[in-house]
């Protein structure tokens, strides 16, 4: 009876060690795997996507929707800080520009609603740096600190029926990312 | 004996990760607090969200704004418990919850649009049609204006985008009412 409840108590610690390190893995995975799909689109400009309006042939993450038009940019601040410049809609429809580290979270956000003028900047700085030099800003509008060296910034905005199509595709080549030399 | 360890500790490692893997790639959807068919989890885009919540946005919802910016309801059933398929249609009729935008968008079993020809994926706001009391109606399943056309969808999802939604939306879902989702017919019923 003994030896055979042996093995049994070397199976659940083992299970239980393999379950908790795929579940911290596997978002990291997924996002990696997402960066590189978008990576190897290529980006419009320095380091921005413009991604055309989403339909069933161009999708290439799951649950995008058609009623939002999508840019991205990717960083990597290993490289020095990012600054990001974006354009809000003049009609008054949402659009956010979000932050996402390599493990999929989603650390910071910005909306048109948080905002009292046409357009903002941003610098994007790794949260090592900030530690040791809290302000970064650099003349920014504001600072964000990101909790790993590696992720994405996506701007959303909404199109609606009403939607002048043309402005708002002038309106998003406002959202620019300008990696900054190395501080 | 030590060898004997090793192996089953080993055999635990991988059958636990298979066991998240079939978890987390499996067709179920990412669960949370419901209102009728209406399913949310409070800590999508979370930096809080628990890991295995953290596992299921990433491979069903990657991307997804944190709740002060967007809440996301995703319905798998009608609202008699059935299944949406594509072999049905059905009509959404209610109010929609008080929100500064919402959009309805269909998604198939691997939470893509579905390939079908038409770019009637997605109802809005501003594109839905409403009755004289302002309930909205949304048709799915049929091949007309205004509708969500669900050819190629298979077992489908519906996911109702709240952009900025009100503070009663995050605080208290159970006292709002949402549209109900009717199962019209189904192919084969008479």
Known sequence: MKQRGLPFLSFVPGLLIGAAVTLHVLPGIIMGRAMDRIESLGGDGESVRHAPRVTAENQTIVRSSPDILYSVCLFDLADG??????????????????????????????SDRGVNTGSTSLMLTQWTEWLTIPNLRNGADRQVNAPTKTGLVLYRRVIDASTDLDIAEAERQGFTCTQMADQ | MMLRHALTFIAG?????????????????????????????????SSDANPLTRALVARRGLLALNREEAVYFTATRDSQGHNLTERCAYEIIGQMPPTRWWSLTIYDEASFLPRNGRNRHAVSQTTARTDASG?????????????????????????????????????????????RIDRLGCEGET
């Open chain 2, 13 to 45: 490692l991988f059958s636990g990760t298979a066991m998240v893997v079939a978890l987390v790639f499996s067709p179920g959807e990412i669960g949370g607090v419901s209102n009728g068919p209406w399913i949310t989890n409070p800590q999508i885009g």
């Open chain 2, 135 to 179: 309930r909205v109606i949304i048709p799915v399943g049929q091949d007309e204006v205004g509708a969500i056309f669900t050819e190629n969808a298979g077992l489908f999802s519906l996911t109702l985008r709240l952009y900025h939604p009100d503070p009663v939306v995050l605080e208290d879902l159970d006292s709002l009412t949402f549209p």
């Open chain 1, 81 to 110: 800080p990012m600054r990001i410049d974006v354009t809000w809609p003049a009609d008054g429809n949402y659009a956010s520009v979000s932050f996402y580290d390599a493990n999929t979270n989603n650390f910071s956000a910005i």
